[in-house]
């Protein structure tokens, strides 16, 4: 069964301070990796995807990466703005697969 | 372009109702998937359809239950509601890149979710 992990549950950062949410996953054969920030009350937004480990992407103060058991999600210098959940989620190789989700980080800056 | 469209956006039902809920995908998507959020278990996936066809399901009770039409809009339906239903159901349309061997890579892209309140 695939397995999403993320960490932490939430995070507190003041303003310009960088910091890494971290997601690990179990999967059978990984398809693809991916991030979505959501605001309280709305749909998650698609932020990246990763293939294959060693890929990065990046979108303004946001930078994901990929290993073979995890991925991060760096924010450089974030600002209030930046304050959301961040959702992680993975698609397995076989067939039609869906997406699993983690349980998301939420992340709060503080000006 | 526009976005994924859902109604009604909150719903309030006494238990043992029924409801239907509603999705229009993105433009030329042909995949529709559903999906319950709750604050204690997440993002968990429902159903999924493709060309109105059911192409996964998750392992929710015979309840909850879907369908897609020729146009790619989705329903989904709940019968008799428990208090436990509450939730936010967000719908996701994928343009779902299709291959002969049945893999493909691709996003979805959610919807603003619909607002299920059980009392």
């Keep these: ?39 309280p009350g709305k749909g998650p937004e698609f932020l990246f995807t990763l293939y294959s480990a060693g890929e990065e ?29 961040y959702l992680c989620a993975v698609q397995a190789s076989a067939g039609y697969s869906t997406l699993t989700f983690g349980k998301g980080t939420m992340l709060l800056v503080s000006p | 372009k526009a976005g994924v469209t859902q109604t009604p956006r909150y719903l309030i039902k006494t238990r043992g109702q029924q409801v239907t809920l509603s999705c229009s995908p993105i433009s030329g998507h042909r995949s529709v998937s559903w999906y319950q959020q709750t604050p204690g278990q997440g993002l968990q996936f429902l159903f999924e359809y493709f060309s109105e066809t059911q192409r996964n399901k998750g392992n929710f009770p015979g309840r909850f239950s879907g369908r897609q039409f020729s146009n790619s809009r989705s329903e989904m339906n709940v019968s008799t509601l428990e208090l436990g239903d509450s939730a936010l159901y967000l719908c996701a349309s994928s343009s779902s890149a299709h291959r002969r061997n049945g893999t493909g890579t691709y996003e979805q892209y959610f919807g603003p979710g619909t607002r299920l309140t059980v009392t």
């Design chain 1, 1 to 39: 069964e695939d397995q999403v992990t993320q960490s932490p549950e939430a995070l507190r950062l003041q303003e310009g301070e960088s910091s890494s949410l971290n997601c690990s996953y179990t999967v059978s054969g990984l398809r693809g990796l991916f991030w979505y920030r959501q605001d």
């Design chain 1, 57 to 85: 992407k990046e979108k303004e103060r946001l930078k994901a990466t990929l290993t073979k058991k995890e991925s991060f999600l760096h924010i450089t210098a974030p600002k209030p703005e930046d304050s959301a959940t």
